[in-house]
Nanobody
Framework: QVQLVESGGGLVQAGGSLRLSCAGS????????MGWYRQAPGKERKFVAV????????YYADSVKGRFTISRDNAKYTVYLQMNSLKPEDTAIYYC?????????WGQGTQVTVSS
């Protein structure tokens, strides 16, 4: 059974930083592209960042470029999202995603709240 468990969310002031982690189990982690998505209240879930399975390519939403960094440790089955210079509009539930063609797995999410 595949499980993705996010951690590291919380309440932070604008300008602050948080580091999210997502630990995977039940899957061959290194075969999956790993991503982060977020969903703000009353809005659709949106792409934040993705890192390819080898770790050599990353992509970001324009809204987080230059502030967020995605990374992974395949030996630890973990993907990270370092979030700096946080803004109130970054407030959302952040979800971890594991993707290969025809398969998508999701974590339960972790709440990030940025106060102004």
């Amino acid at each position: 059974q595949v499980q993705l468990v996010e951690s590291g969310g919380g309440l932070v002031q604008a300008g602050g930083s948080l580091r999210l982690s997502c630990a995977g189990s039940g899957l061959t982690f290194s075969r999956y592209d790993m991503g982060w998505y977020r969903q703000a209240p009353g809005k659709e879930r949106k792409f934040v960042a993705v890192i390819r399975r080898s770790g050599d390519s990353t992509y970001y939403a324009d809204s987080v470029k230059g502030r967020f960094t995605i990374s992974r440790d395949n030996a630890k089955y973990t993907v990270y999202l370092q979030m700096n210079s946080l803004k109130p509009e970054d407030t959302a539930i952040y979800y971890c995603n594991a993707h290969i063609p025809a398969y998508d797995y999701w974590g339960q999410g972790t709440q990030v709240t940025v106060s102004s």
